[in-house]
T-cell receptor
Framework: GAGVSQTPSNKVTEKGKYVELRCDPI?????LYWYRQSLGQGPEFLIY????????DSGLPNDRFFAVRPEGSVSTLKIQRTERGDSAVYLC???????????????FGAGSRLTVL | AQKVTQAQTEISVVEKEDVTLDCVYE???????LFWYKQPPSGELVFLIRRNSFDEQNEISGRYSWNFQKSTSSFNFTITASQVVDSAVYFC????????????FGKGMKLTVNP
């Protein structure tokens, strides 16, 4: 697609429920990233994929969070037993892979706003 | 550990004024990358510039200019003759420790340009 697409744009759920957030990256972008942005803060890294594998998942806050990218394109961020503190905007980004470490330029989606009541 | 500080949280200016957004970073890496992203009300962060640690030459792109000074660990961003469309939240970011792909962002600075 022309840009990074994220669905849903808004999700309201109840505490304890399971949530899935989807990201469709730019075609041809091999790297995919998930960030979380709380109100008034900068984005915080969660996980990134190079192809199908999670190259770095050190930002996932706990084992309730999991992400997959089974075919190296679309990715799903899964949150189990949601808590009120999970409320935030979840941003997905993708990039062409720049072999120089740390140099990747990210293209972000508009985000999925999650509200846990 | 990597750290980015954007001391200003919010600035309001009148159209055509110049405005400078400050960014100070901390890293022990000798090789690193610095970025600026813009987040308009629509929510999508938009890439503005990337600068590597070995290139201290200032850069100008239209009304935008960037001043990178390693000696003070700063990477400041100036908008000349601001316009209403410049209203957004601006984020400075630093590449992850050891060249890791996890960008470290500052808290952002909200710029409002009034007509």
């Amino acid at each position: 697609g022309a840009g990074v697409s994220q669905t849903p744009s808004n999700k309201v759920t109840e505490k304890g429920k399971y949530v899935e957030l989807r990201c469709d990256p730019i075609s041809g972008h091999t790297a995919l990233y998930w960030y979380r942005q709380s109100l008034g803060q900068g984005p915080e890294f969660l996980i990134y994929f190079q192809g199908t594998g999670a190259a770095d998942d050190s930002g996932l806050p706990n084992d309730r969070f999991f992400a997959v990218r089974p075919e190296g394109s679309v990715s799903t961020l899964k949150i189990q037993r949601t808590e009120r503190g999970d409320s935030a905007v979840y941003l997905c980004a993708s990039s062409l892979w720049d072999r120089t470490p740390g140099a990747n330029v990210l293209t972000f989606g508009a985000g999925s706003r999650l509200t846990v009541l | 550990a990597q750290k980015v500080t954007q001391a200003q949280t919010e600035i309001s200016v009148v159209e055509k004024e110049d405005v400078t957004l400050d960014c100070v970073y901390e890293t022990r890496d000798t090789t690193y990358y610095l970025f600026w992203y813009k987040q308009p009300p629509s929510g999508e962060l938009v890439f503005l510039i990337r600068r590597n640690s070995f290139d201290e030459q200032n850069e100008i792109s239209g009304r935008y200019s960037w001043n990178f000074q390693k000696s003070t660990s700063s990477f400041n961003f100036t908008i000349t003759a601001s316009q209403v469309v410049d209203s957004a939240v601006y984020f400075c970011a630093l590449s992850g420790q050891g060249g890791s792909e996890k960008l470290v962002f500052g808290k952002g600075m909200k710029l409002t340009v009034n007509p």
